[in-house]
């Protein structure tokens, strides 16, 4: 793993109506306007940062735009009285293909296909080296622009999974052997 110049944490969103409904939501269609946090997603958050000192004011987000990450960095940025939050389309959830709306069940039929192949699309899933290519990039434009900072990337879970390997020196085809993040789980990925 090369030395960065920043620290970088994952931080999935807090529970959404998605995961309450028990459904996939990766359409950018529907993501970014719909499936919301719930009153317990909400909640969830605000205890997670209560238990984090590493954060503060000068704290870097950076999130997806989905509505559930969207609304999960605005709580960060509030309580801790932190600048605007930058949002970045690469950080969006994993798009699922034809099992978009259907029940989660239909995730572990794509991991079954990562730990084979994971450049190769499943039932129009984005294949998780490329969700890793393009989360890593967002590391790397980063690296280029800010130098000393604690940056807090506000995401969803197979994306934030496929970025630690990446932190990790892992293929992408490794990321269900990493530890879970839950909804609202927070993680430093380096430092």
């Not at 359409?27 to 317990?40: C, K, M, N, Q, S």
């Not at 000068?58 to 960095?73: K, Q």
């Not at 450049?119 to 393009?134: L, P």
Request: charged content about 25%.
């Amino acid at each position: 793993m090369e030395v960065l110049k920043n620290t970088y944490y994952a931080f999935r969103h807090g529970q959404s109506r998605a995961n309450v409904e028990g459904i996939i939501i990766s359409d950018p269609a529907i993501g970014t306007v719909e499936y919301g946090l719930t009153d317990e997603g909400r909640e969830q958050v605000r205890t997670r940062l209560a238990a984090i000192s590493a954060f503060d004011a000068d704290t870097m987000l950076v999130s997806s735009d989905f509505r559930r990450a969207r609304e999960t960095a605005e709580i960060i940025r509030a309580y801790l009285g932190a600048a605007p939050i930058v949002f970045d389309i690469r950080l969006r959830e994993r798009f699922f293909g034809d099992w978009e709306g259907k029940a989660h069940g239909h995730y572990s039929k794509a991991w079954k296909k990562d730990l084979f192949d994971p450049n190769r699309e499943f039932n129009g899933a984005e294949s998780s080296n490329s969700v890793r290519s393009r989360m890593w990039a967002v590391v790397q434009s980063l690296e280029e622009k800010q130098a000393g900072r604690t940056i807090v990337l506000v995401s969803h879970g197979d994306p934030l999974m496929l970025l630690q390997t990446a932190f990790n020196d892992l293929g992408p085809e490794h990321h269900r052997s990493l530890p879970y993040i839950e909804t609202a789980g927070c993680r430093k990925l380096n430092g």
